[in-house]
């Protein structure tokens, strides 16, 4: 203690740095004390449990505050020059790879102490494996160290909030839609854990350890040998990603990614290793069999069968005649707008569709099967647009990760046609990258959020669905009378999270008390109104005008709900049920007659398709294709299908007739988006008259 005031005494770096420490400190016991209730928690399991947990880190907070104050009292003021690193030092850096497995385990995999023995040495040895090439790079195993040590326990924070908010892991894709997170990412309450608040106190102390420890090195002097280092680390580093790209190091291991359910992968082998193996996904392989003469093939086989039957389709042709084709066509996707009446009873205070409900005449309605749930709104845009499926896609974005050229699309078919094509979404342009890709789908315009009035109605922040209508009205009203719209519209009322305190919920689920369910009940019911002015609107228009709106995906509600409604948990579910948790309800309208069907299953690649079918408008040969397709299959996605007599099944129980049509769609779609040198072009676009 005499060192210590004789060192505080004799300066004010001193004074400085020891003020710093107890800071930090400070804050570690400060952090424990405030969580307390957190940590220990209610249930008396988890008291007997966590009490001594709690008493032990608050005792490492005062041995660590002492040991500072102890070795900052023994330093001295003379620089030494840093040692080298020897194989002693292997041992805390595999120690330290160990914490860190535990730490990102403990915090978001709530089967952490399930998972084999195996996959846990695996993930210890791939962060030790991390550990050695910053080492390189940074030339310092202290300051290597502390970076791992803080970016891990960053990367816990982000892989548990991701999965607790949209429902779905994190991966590598999402770092390119960060700028769309950062939007929405007021909408969310963040929860803080026992898990959370113990490994940052143990982050804490391991960095203190760290930042107390000696400064061991690999090149102690010279500028060369030290930019040697980092180029023979990086040259490393490039040879390990090969290795991990291009060698089938998972199976070795016995490592099978779930592409469909990343989480499940993180859960089962670990969340380093599971990220690592989904990742490796990111490319968009060919799929079997493809070739560019077997897409050649593959249209061939389709346009042959076509003129065979286009020669006895004499009655259906006078038919199509007589179709009404609509001078302006609104399509509407509506941000987690799903109807959870398909899979059990919500037992609300109050109808929360009761127009929809009430909408008879000229309306067609059902359910469109998406490939994604509870997040992922680009995915199912991207399937209404081109007719394609995310099947294809695992985990990916086609609009972040493929889109590289012009695509065709609805967009083109509806323009060769004469329509002007509008996009509109109340959020930022740049989300999920749709500047880009609406350039590349050759929309004419996109009015985003910048382009709303200021004044305009707003739920939780966002844009309301009513003032996003008033908008589709203004475009509608400002155009030349007669003028062909095509305007395709993103919503953002509804979007999760379902914690606003100032959002006041009018309609309550009375089987099930729950604040989140609440809300999102609530914001239904203020869509269906504005359905509701929309519709109104429109039925006094002139213009033959046709609305389809559809569901992106359903909403983030808590597993605990979804369970309530389905009855049992959703892994416990058949086939059949579990597909309905990615149906989102579809309607297409009419301010003309037009034959109203109810209870019709599509998936949203066909739905594009089925629309421009109802509109007397030429088709391409791969809108013809995907309609033929639906004979068969009548709905998919990465789950499963529904078969023409309604049954659903499984993609691994199909039969090989059902795969092989789904492979020579996979053909097509790969022809599409990612062969640019070999696509036939004239597949995809109407047919031009000489």
């Keep these: 203690m005499v060192r210590l005031y004789e060192k505080l005494k004799s300066g004010g770096k001193a004074r400085a740095a020891c003020a710093g420490w107890i800071l930090y400190w400070g804050v570690a016991l400060g952090l424990l004390l405030f969580e307390k209730e957190t940590i220990i928690g209610t249930a008396q399991a988890d008291r007997k449990i ?138 969310y309450e963040f929860n803080i854990t026992r898990q959370m608040v113990l490994m940052l106190v143990g982050t804490m102390v391991i960095l203190s350890l760290w930042k107390q420890s000696r400064n061991r ?25 090969l290795l991990y790209m291009y060698l089938n190091w998972n199976a070795q291991f016995g490592v099978i990614s779930d592409l469909w359910n990343p989480a499940k992968t993180y859960r089962q082998y670990g969340t380093t290793v599971g990220f690592m193996a989904v990742a490796k996904y990111m ?37 199509d005649s007589q179709t009404v084709t609509p001078v302006n066509i609104i399509a ?100 999920w990258k749709r500047t880009t890709a609406y350039r590349f789908l050759d929309f004419d315009e996109f009015i985003a959020i910048d382009q709303f009035p200021a004044d305009a109605e707003r739920y939780r922040n966002m844009i309301s669905d009513r003032a996003n209508y008033e908008e589709i009205i203004r475009v509608f009203e400002e155009k030349e009378k007669g003028e062909p719209l095509f305007l395709f519209d993103v919503t953002m009322q509804n979007h999760s999270g379902y914690t606003n305190k100032y959002f006041q919920a009018d309609v309550t689920c009375e089987g099930y008390d729950c604040d989140e369910a609440d809300q999102y009940f609530s914001l239904l019911k203020l869509s269906d109104e504005a359905i509701e002015y929309l519709i109104t609107y429109f039925e006094q228009v002139e213009e033959p005008t046709m609305i389809v709106m559809f569901g992106d995906h359903s909403p983030k509600l808590p597993d605990d709900f979804e369970t309530w409604i389905a009855g049992y948990p959703y892994d416990n579910l058949s086939i059949g049920t579990q597909e309905k948790f990615y149906g989102t309800p579809f309607f297409i309208w009419t301010n003309y007659e037009m034959e109203s069907k109810e209870n019709v299953w599509t998936s949203t690649n066909f739905l594009s398709s089925y629309l421009l079918s109802l509109t007397g408008l030429e088709l391409t040969p791969y809108n013809e294709y995907l309609l033929k397709l639906q004979e068969e299959i009548l709905a998919l996605n990465h789950l499963g299908y529904m078969d023409s007599s309604g049954r659903w099944h499984r993609w691994e129980d199909a039969d090989s007739e059902t795969l092989e049509l789904e492979r020579e769609y996979e053909c097509l779609q790969y022809n599409e988006l990612m062969d640019s040198q070999n696509r036939v072009d004239e597949f995809f676009q109407i047919k031009q008259t000489e």
């Design 50 to 187: 966590y009490i001594p947990v709690f008493a032990a880190a608050v005792i490492l907070c005062f041995a660590g505050w002492i040991l500072t104050m102890v070795r900052f009292a023994r330093a001295t003021e003379k620089k030494k020059n840093p040692k080298l690193l020897n194989i002693k030092l292997i041992v805390p850096m595999l120690l330290n790879a160990v914490y860190l497995f535990f730490e990102i385990e403990y915090i978001g995999n709530t089967e952490f102490f399930e998972m084999e023995w195996y996959y846990m040495l695996l993930n210890v040895g791939v962060i030790f494996l991390f550990c050695v090439f910053l080492t390189g790079i940074f030339n310092s195993l202290k300051r290597a160290m502390i970076f791992l040590n803080i970016f891990y326990y960053l990367m816990s924070l982000v892989f548990y909030y991701v999965y607790h908010f949209r429902g779905e892991a994190f991966q590598l894709i999402d770092l390119y839609s960060i700028g769309t997170a950062a939007e929405v990412v007021g909408g």
């Design 217 to 241: 090195v690999l090149i102690r002097k010279g500028v060369l040998p030290k930019i040697l280092l980092r180029v023979i680390t990086a040259l490393a580093v490039g040879i390990f990603y």
């Design 283 to 319: 490319r968009l392989t060919p799929p079997d069999g493809y070739s560019a003469s077997e897409v050649e093939r593959i249209i061939d086989e389709f346009e042959n069968g076509e003129e065979v039957e286009d020669s006895d389709a004499g009655a259906e042709q006078e038919s």
């Design 332 to 431: 509407i996707m509506n941000e987690s707008w799903f109807d959870y009446r398909t899979i059990g009873d919500p037992q609300t205070s109050e109808d929360y569709m009761p127009f929809l409900d009430s909408l008879m005449d000229n309306i067609i309605k059902g359910h469109t099967l998406t490939c994604t749930k509870g997040g992922g709104t680009a995915k199912t845009e991207y399937e209404f647009l081109t007719g394609n499926s995310c099947k294809r896609f695992p985990g990916m974005v086609p609009y972040v990760s493929y889109f590289t050229h012009s695509q065709y699309s609805i967009v083109s078919t509806l323009k060769d046609q004469g329509y002007r094509a509008v996009a509109m979404h109340p959020n930022k342009a740049t989300n």
